[in-house]
């Protein structure tokens, strides 16, 4: 195989509609049996001949999977394994409620970061932080990430302070959506924002409609059905193509963001 070069693409992967939990915050609340039947499960032989394509266009990809939660997916050790060879590197979103102790047995943490989020809904913090210190012995980086969901705010200070006494720090992500009639991340009060660490400035980074963007050019989300837009602020409103097509191809430019507001940072010059 060639020698591996820095990556030219970032593709976040939504590999399954498919979770262990069921958050209420979730983007999928609701509509987890629906959209389930939607997922497509490919064995890993048969994923890698598809990541090949991208690898033989654009050079190692830089891959964030999601979901769903990742560890649901079939033979997802053995996947992660094998598309770490092809890739530049990857990002694991999970709730770390899978099989760590095989995970970190199998994969090189060279190649493969693991981003964990806590739910409290589902977890306890004392939990977590054992699942976290695990994996950290085993030398797997990434974020912890949190949602600001309206009813953890009165706890957010304590879920903090215990996180940073093992010398890490919590990624507070602003809820997107609708709590009580009230709608946000614009629904926090003055404090509150302060807290979570959004003000004006963060507003109006968001606001990004008309802006050029990376979107569909450099980077890419593929959805658990392997269809391919260009971000998940758009969704199937603007489809780059299938995954699964022999001819899929990124857009040739860079286009207009379509979004009224965006948290992600596709418009930004990344990657190189």
Known sequence: MPEIKKSKVRFTWNIAYQCNYRCSYCFFEGKWEEYGKRTVCLSPEKWIEHWQRIYDQYGPPYIVITGGEPFCYPNFIELIKKLSMISEHINISSNSSGNLKKFVKEIDPKNVSLSLSFQPEFDRLGDFIERLLFVRRHKFDGCINFVAYPPFLKDIRYYADKIRAIGEELKIIPFWGSYEGVDYPSGYSRAEKEGIG??????????????????????????PDCKVARCGQIGEKALVGNFLDPDFKLSGRPLPCDAEACPCDEDEVWPG
């Open 198 to 223: 959004i003000n004006e400035d963060w507003f109006k980074k968001v606001r990004k409609k008309g802006r050029a963007c990376q979107a569909g050019h450099k980077a890419a989300l593929i959805f």
